[in-house]
């Protein structure tokens, strides 16, 4: 098979000239042509642009110019971050032929730096779902196994990385949603700390808990990209002013006496055995490297997708008001009066996750019912960042899994909405507490990716990256290639 080239390895040789930028392109769109029918990674394909972004970086190389941190490397972005090119429709028919008239900061970002985005990834209608199976545009396959879900609800994005249809990608995060499919699919993926990246052009879902982060092959890979897409942004109020550490120097330089949390509370009923043996495999690894094995509680984890699925559709149900058939998006024909364009043109725009959330969401904040539910899931939402503070001067960093199954069959859970909602009991934690996570394979079981998540305080993400990668040097999980793979 052809060699595997990390973004950061890809970068290395177009920048020395012994790959051209134009031909790390073509390769990529080469492969998305031949392979994505048979995953639907991607909602768009934007080969013009980045064949023209990647003559680009060729020819400033050829005059001596500086060259940015990814100058022509390729990267998928997911379809609900805002672009002037291209539509931007969070895989709804809402916004089916939507074109944002400007881009997300990550988008600028990433140009800044020489990345040349070929497409725009599939993903769970408006970021709801953890199977990348509501899309309005039909499911994206696991290129592990096409029978299986690649996770959600960037799993557009993980199939697309896993599958070697771009060298990096990016995700959004709300409950799972980079770590859950990465983990699904064997890559890595990273969800910052809360307002570390902007998030000014992603389109929202439940803003208080929504971040983007890089998905990638490796450990390194994610580093550089965080480093490309952190850091302060006035055009978003909740980005924090600080200027983002540097993730890249000391990568390679294993975190010495390191405390690691194990929280009884991840001990879950319906936790596959082969799942719970890799991550705990992982465990004896950093205890033999040194590493102190610290039990810790989280005694309101159980309490995590009760409050998520009360505050998370309760700000989806605000958010998606705007969509109302004037203003922009979908609009129903020839409506009876004002009334029936509302109704008509939201029941016809979105699937049926959305409505349901959005449905959850108006009854958790109506009269009456404000107080029994929003309000005590906030008051819950305190308690479980409480929880993991208490913890954390207990332990430098959390493990535990990232999925409590491997992929499972396509349509397997999508008539129990219940059942695909505790696919993240391991994750909506994180996000409600607004603490950076980070998931990377630490296995196999039956032919499918096993992930590990490492959980940390707030704005802990470069010895975090560090921990990772001591693993990853010591294991070869992130260098196996599914069956359905590009060059």
Request: proline share 7%; hydrophobic share 40%.
């Amino acid at each position: 098979m052809p060699e595997i080239l990390s973004a950061t390895h890809l970068r290395n040789k177009i920048a020395s000239g012994e790959i051209t930028a134009v031909d790390a392109a073509s390769s990529t769109l080469a492969a998305i042509g031949r392979l994505d029918t048979r995953l639907h990674a991607f909602n768009t394909t934007l080969a013009d642009r980045a064949m023209e972004k990647a003559r680009a970086v060729d020819q400033a190389r050829a005059g001596g110019q500086p060259l940015g941190m990814l100058a022509g490397v390729p990267i998928a972005i997911k379809d609900n971050l805002c672009t002037t090119f291209g539509t931007t429709t969070c895989s709804s028919r809402m916004l089916e032929n939507f074109r944002s008239p400007y881009n997300a900061t990550v988008v600028d970002r990433l140009e800044a730096a020489g990345a040349v985005i070929v497409g725009k990834t599939n993903l769970d209608e408006f970021a709801m779902g953890s199977s990348t199976e509501n899309s309005a545009f039909g499911p994206t396959h696991n290129p592990w196994n096409l029978d299986c879900v690649p996770g959600g609800s960037s799993g557009g994005s993980a199939a697309a990385m896993a599958a070697g249809l771009c060298a990096a990608a990016l995700g959004s995060d709300t409950g799972g949603s980079i770590r859950q499919p990465a983990g699904l699919c064997g890559i890595v993926g990273l969800k910052p700390t809360y307002g570390l990246v902007s998030r000014y052009g992603l389109v929202a879902f439940a803003s208080s808990l929504d971040q983007i982060g890089p998905m990638t092959r490796c450990v390194g890979d994610a580093a550089l990209l965080l480093q490309v897409i952190a850091g302060p942004d006035p055009l978003d109020s909740t980005s924090w002013p600080q200027p983002p550490a540097d993730y890249l120097s000391d990568l390679e330089k294993p975190l010495e006496g390191v405390r690691i949390g194990l929280p009884a509370e991840f001990n879950v009923e319906g936790t596959q055995p082969v799942v719970a043996q890799a991550v705990a495999a992982a465990v004896e690894f950093y205890r033999k490297q040194g590493a102190t094995i610290v039990p810790v509680h989280l005694p309101h984890t159980k309490y995590g997708i009760a409050a998520y699925y009360v505050i998370a559709p309760a700000e989806a149900s605000s958010n998606l008001a705007r969509y109302d058939g004037v203003h922009y998006g979908h609009r129903t024909a020839q409506p009876r009066d004002l009334y029936d364009l509302y109704a008509r043109s939201r029941a016809e725009g979105f699937g049926p996750e959305v409505r349901r959330r959005i449905m959850l969401g108006t009854y958790a904040l109506s009269s009456g019912y404000y107080d029994a539910y929003y309000l005590r899931a906030l008051k819950i939402r305190r308690l479980i960042k409480n929880d993991f503070d208490q913890a954390f001067t207990q332990c430098d960093f959390i493990i535990g899994p990232t999925s409590p199954t491997v992929a499972f069959p396509l349509g397997s859970k999508s008539g129990e909405p219940m059942q695909m909602y505790l696919c993240d009991v391991f994750t909506v934690t994180c996000n409600i507490a607004g603490i950076p996570g980070m998931s990377l394979p630490c296995g196999f079981a039956d032919g499918l990716p096993v992930g590990m998540q490492i959980l940390g305080p707030n704005f802990s993400e470069a010895p975090m990256l560090r921990l990772a990668r001591m693993y990853e040097k010591a294991h070869d999980w992130h260098t196996r290639r599914p069956p359905v793979h590009g060059s």
